[in-house]
């Protein structure tokens, strides 16, 4: 028989805080959303520093494949850890490194450190959901990953002028890797008391044969394919959003993107709890239409009131789309495979994020305007919309 360790209870203390360990892996990625300005202050050539700011999820991407299988709820905790003081060392590097040789390798190191610990808290975090209220409680994980977006960048800004560069605050997040330590230990047997609840199935490493099968689920893989496509669309409105807006000349980019976090906040907040009481698969649905109909017209918006109304209707679409997903993901999946396949849409992110500046900047490149990336943005909703609408005549195949 399957124990849950929050079998009936969503916010015990062991998920709120891992929910808090990971805001402190997100701050550690947030906080270089300065790291192109940085480098040109430390003399970088110009030609390497788009590369060397995507090296960090590329090598996410990369590495993630190969970590997920390797990881399982019985060594979950003691990668945490090390993750953790791993991070603190990467972090405080930044001080030193000034070279591209240098920043090449720290850059990777960052983005494997970054990998493990954010797949190994995942792999421990989702047996502190309770099945029926996954909505919520991806609602809560995604709000533990987006508040560091809101509070990192103007709380930077606040402090650069007290300090010698950019390199001080990158090496200051490492303060809160040692209280994510402090916490974690912290947390040691509480955690061990739990797991030793759970089936000997659900602590183990997946063996081939289930991965296998796993993936033979085409609901399950559908799901996946939605994910990524979501995070293709999500990622050219973060990396191109800047540059519609100085096309259009409407509105200022700073302002669309507080209004959009504010609201994708509001929702998973205030929803997460509704989210579970709605029908998931039609919700997904209608925000996945007003997600098509938002890219698409942002490219055509001529006044200011249009544009910042569309960064509300984007902040509440991808705001309850998202966690709806991941939500779904961990209701089609086993109870042993359900960290693995959260991890998944991890994979995901890293590959929207990493495929979606090459394939736009190609575009550009090659002369089309950015209201074409975001028509294409626009369809690859609507492909995930078409594939959602599809799922209904494959689940009795599954």
């Excluded at 190191?109 to 309770?130: D, E, K, Q, R, Y």
């Excluded at 709605?278 to 098509?292: D, F, G, S």
């Excluded at 849409?345 to 500046?357: R, V």
């Amino acid at each position: 028989m399957t124990v849950n360790p929050a079998a009936s209870r969503l916010f015990t203390f062991e998920f709120l805080a891992m929910c808090l360990v990971i805001t402190t892996a997100f701050c550690n990625v947030s906080v270089f959303y300065s790291f192109y300005y940085y480098l040109g202050a430390i003399d970088i050539p110009v030609a390497w520093r788009g590369f060397l700011v995507g090296l960090e999820p590329m090598a996410a991407f990369a590495l993630r494949l190969f970590v997920m299988p390797w990881l399982h709820v019985r060594n979950a905790y003691g990668i945490i850890m090390v993750s953790l003081i791993l991070l603190i060392a990467v972090s405080c590097s930044y001080l030193f490194v000034t070279t591209v040789t240098g920043m090449i390798v720290l850059r990777v190191i960052h983005g494997a450190v970054f990998v493990l610990l954010t797949s190994a808290l995942i792999s421990l975090m989702v047996n502190f959901i309770p099945p029926d209220k996954s909505g919520q409680g991806f609602s809560a994980l995604a709000v533990a990953t987006m508040v560091p977006y809101a509070v990192i960048p103007p709380l930077t800004e606040a402090l650069l002028p007290h300090l010698r560069n950019e390199a001080d605050i990158y090496a200051g997040v490492s303060i809160l890797s040692v209280a994510a330590i402090l916490l974690m230990m912290a947390l040691r047997r509480r955690i061990g008391n739990a797991l030793e609840g759970l089936d000997t199935v659900l602590v183990r490493r997946p063996d081939v044969s289930e991965l296998r099968d796993n993936f033979r689920q085409r609901t399950l893989v559908i799901l996946l394919i939605s994910v990524l496509l979501i995070y293709l669309a999500h990622a050219t409105l973060f990396y191109f959003m800047k540059n519609l807006s100085l096309q259009t000349g409407v509105g200022n980019v700073g302002v669309f993107f507080t209004i959009s976090m504010m609201m994708m906040i509001a929702v998973r907040v205030f929803g997460g709890v509704v989210f579970d009481k709605l029908n998931k698969p039609r919700l997904i649905m209608i925000v996945l239409v007003m997600l098509i109909a938002c890219l698409a017209m942002l490219p055509n918006v001529v006044t200011l009131s249009n544009y910042y109304l569309l960064a509300a209707v984007y902040g509440v679409s991808i705001g309850v789309a998202l966690p709806i997903l991941n939500a779904l993901i961990f209701s089609a999946s086993l109870p042993a495979l359900r960290g693995l396949n959260t991890n998944m849409t991890l994979f995901a992110m890293d590959a929207g994020y990493f495929i979606t500046p090459y394939l736009g900047g190609m575009l550009v490149t090659l002369g089309e305007t950015f209201d074409i990336l975001f028509y294409l943005a626009a369809l690859f909703v609507l492909i995930c919309l078409s594939l959602i609408m599809a799922i209904r005549h494959f689940q009795k195949g599954d």
